[in-house]
């Protein structure tokens, strides 16, 4: 009766007020396994855009809110067994929580064993509590009412609201579902599932993310391109084009044959790498979670810190990582076949003998696909792009090869080339020890330490350029080039860039490489300090991001303005709610916002998901929405819609001091120009 009561209070709201959202629908089924024992599955639909969390919640003072399934009246009817398994978790790291959050998209499934100790029960009463978000908003989701039948036939009571009510009324605590372990999982399933569950739990999502991830395949693609172009200035590479290309074009029966053999050998060169990411589509194709666990993993992340770490030295010239010569030489033995095979296996000889250099930059961009969430196809189209810009210009040569005489000559700047891309290597590896770090919160190398061992190695790169440092290949001779100055400049302008960094600056640039600015060791920089001691707090008030004095509660921050004569913005925020962390970092860090934000108003931050119980006699049933309001959250939320008809955070109000709107209410504003003018315009009123 409730659920029916909610459903229609809901389909009201919605009819009356078009912004009012519910994202959500649920579902149950009920499985007889035998023995008196049941297994309880909840089935929640999302809106396309929308996600619910996991029940596992993060290790963060603030973080999103976990899923919670509740059961009522178990004393004596029946017991859980095990934890309630959830089917269609995948992680995804955000750098406002520093960590990786399990989530929902599109569908999530819950299953919970039973066992009876009643064998008279005909239903069981659950309920589930959740928070729903898409990219822009957070939304507290109206707890759902779930009836389980064991006996299919049952007629529910009209009591089940009551029931409910009265374990909040009389601070009985329900049965809640515990958690599942998903320590090791990182991943889109749990363990347990079948392979029907994970293809239902896929099929839809599998759309969106390949619809969201077409601008990052053209970005992987040309920086993949740009990676076969840096190879291709390798000492293993760069000095075989004049003799493969002469080959071609002096070797065969006429000109034209000639070239179509080097526009083959260059296709081939990109088809060798386009096959070794076959074997990737066939792991995602067994378990379509293989790549998120790529990304999430700490241990293969250290493995491919390790690894990275190893190409780095082999580059600087301590060794050289090559393949055994015994498939080098059976391969070029296959190569004088003649026609099209020995065109290709011409091809993978020059695969395998460019190892030594090509290697750690395929590592590069193997790593660096891998930790995307573009799975196989990522992979392809990164390789691809590798070996566009490794073979194409092979067979442009071959092509046009008047175009060598223009080449420059061999030399020692070949090896500046590859101790350059060594230095790249070694940056890129730390990356991986963050990801595990940030994953295992072990707080190892926070946000400080990570710009330092940047600076470190960026600046020993423009060292090594201005030629103060030589390496074994080095020629001890050679005169550093126009281009070689020019990029050991620009490496030590990079080096001073991050410098600020290790006292709070933000490095845009580099923006997703150090991690967030909450993993720090100190918000405010070495040697500096948020003054909080110089500010003066009115009672009720507290100080929150960038020192600004704000009120957690309407009434007290309303009586303040009106006090002082200054009007109010109600803030309806949440502890989860990922933009709201946005505004408060990007929008209102901002000069001309925060001088307002400080000076102007009165800031009022009333937070819908905060789970604090309300005194007994606060605890009333919502006019608007039918729900019973017993907590603080769901009182702001509450008053959220019934004031301005929408639920969705971040949202603010500008106000005088008796509450009446100066200006129409925003929603979430990343713009910088158009949030300081909402401001102005309301102080103008």
């Known amino acids: 009766m409730r659920k029916l009561i909610i459903a229609f209070t809901l389909l009201f709201s919605a009819v009356m007020h078009a912004q009012l959202s519910d994202p959500t629908s649920w579902q149950v089924e009920v499985n007889d396994l035998g ?105 507290p989701g109206t707890p759902e009412v779930l009836i389980f039948k064991i006996d299919p036939d049952a007629v529910v009571g009209d009591d089940v609201t009551t029931i409910i009510d009265s374990y909040y009324d009389n601070d009985k605590q329900p049965l809640v579902a ?83 053999q080097g526009l083959l050998y260059g296709f081939f060169i990109l088809l060798i790498y386009v096959l070794c990411s076959l074997p990737f589509h066939i792991f995602q194709s067994v378990s379509p979670d ?54 290709f296996f011409m091809a993978l000889t020059l695969v395998l003998v460019s190892f030594s250099c090509t290697g750690p930059v395929i590592g590069g961009v193997l790593g660096s696909v891998l930790s995307s969430d573009g799975g196989a196809t990522a992979l392809s189209v990164g390789l691809a792009g590798f070996g566009f810009g490794l073979g194409v210009p092979f067979a442009l040569f071959a092509i046009f090869p008047s175009w060598m005489n223009n080449l420059p000559k061999s030399g020692g700047w070949l090896n500046t080339v590859k101790v350059f891309l060594g230095f790249l ?26 710009i330092a061992i940047w600076i470190a190695i960026f600046g020993a790169m423009a060292i090594y350029l201005f030629g103060k440092i030589r390496l074994p290949h080095d020629d001890k001779d050679q005169p550093i080039s126009v281009g070689r100055l020019l990029l050991a400049i620009l490496a ?116 819908v998901d905060e789970r604090a119980d309300l005194p007994k006699d606060e605890q009333v049933i919502s006019a608007s929405t039918g729900k019973k309001i017993r907590t603080i959250g769901n009182k702001w939320s509450d008053f959220q819609i019934e004031e301005y008809q929408v639920n969705a955070q971040p949202f603010y109000a500008l106000v005088d001091a008796d509450g009446n709107d100066l200006v129409a209410p925003v929603g979430y504003t990343p713009d910088l120009k158009e949030y300081t003018q909402w401001l102005k315009s309301a102080l103008d009123q």
């Open 290 to 343: 293989i790549f998120n666990e790529f990304s999430t993993n700490p241990y293969l992340n250290i493995f491919f810190f390790v690894i990275f770490v190893i190409f780095a030295i082999s580059f600087f010239g301590a060794f050289e990582i090559t393949m055994p010569n015994s498939l080098i030489n059976k391969v070029d033995k296959a190569s004088t076949a003649g026609g099209i095979i020995g065109v």
């Open 425 to 450: 290597e070694l940056a890129f590896a730390f990356k991986f020890l963050s990801n595990a770090d940030l994953v295992w919160q072990a707080g190892w190398i926070q946000r400080e330490l990570f």
């Open 35 to 139: 023995n008196n024992e049941y297994e309880l599955m909840t089935t929640a639909t999302l809106e396309p855009g929308w996600h619910i969390y996991s029940q596992v919640p993060i290790d963060a003072e603030i973080g999103p809110t976990p899923t919670q399934l509740r059961f009522y009246e178990a004393d004596g009817n029946y017991k859980l067994l095990g934890p309630n398994e959830e089917i269609g978790t995948y992680a995804e790291f955000t750098d406002v929580w520093g960590t990786d959050v399990l989530q929902f998209k599109d569908r999530a499934v819950f299953k919970q064993k039973i066992r009876l100790e009643n064998l008279d029960i005909k239903y069981i009463i659950a309920e589930a509590v959740f928070m729903v978000c898409d990219d822009e908003r957070c939304i």
């Open 178 to 260: 515990s958690a599942p372990d998903l320590s090791s999982l990182n991943s889109t399933t749990t363990a347990g599932e079948s392979d029907e569950d994970v293809a239902a739990s896929d099929s839809t999502k599998g759309e969106s993310v390949e619809e969201d991830n077409s601008n990052d395949l053209t970005t992987i693609f040309i920086l993949c391109l740009l990676a076969g172009f840096s190879a291709l200035l390798t000492p293993c590479v760069y000095p075989m084009i004049p003799m493969t290309v002469s080959f071609f074009t002096k070797q065969s029966e006429n000109k034209a044959k000639g070239k179509f």
């Open 492 to 607: 030590l302008c990079f080096t001073l860039y991050l410098v600020p960094g290790l006292w709070g600056a933000p490095l845009k640039l580099i923006s997703g490489f150090p991690p967030p600015m909450t993993y720090s060791e100190s918000p405010y920089g070495f040697s500096s300090s948020s003054g909080v001691s110089d500010i003066d707090l009115p009672e009720g008030a507290h100080l929150t991001v960038h020192d600004i004095v704000a009120f957690d509660d309407y009434e007290k921050g309303m009586a303040y303005a009106k006090e002082v004569g200054k009007p109010a913005m109600i803030d309806f925020t949440g502890w989860a709610c990922v933009n709201c962390r946005k505004m408060e970092e990007r929008v209102w860090g901002e000069p001309k916002v925060l001088e307002i934000l400080k000076n102007d108003i009165v800031l009022i931050s009333l937070y």
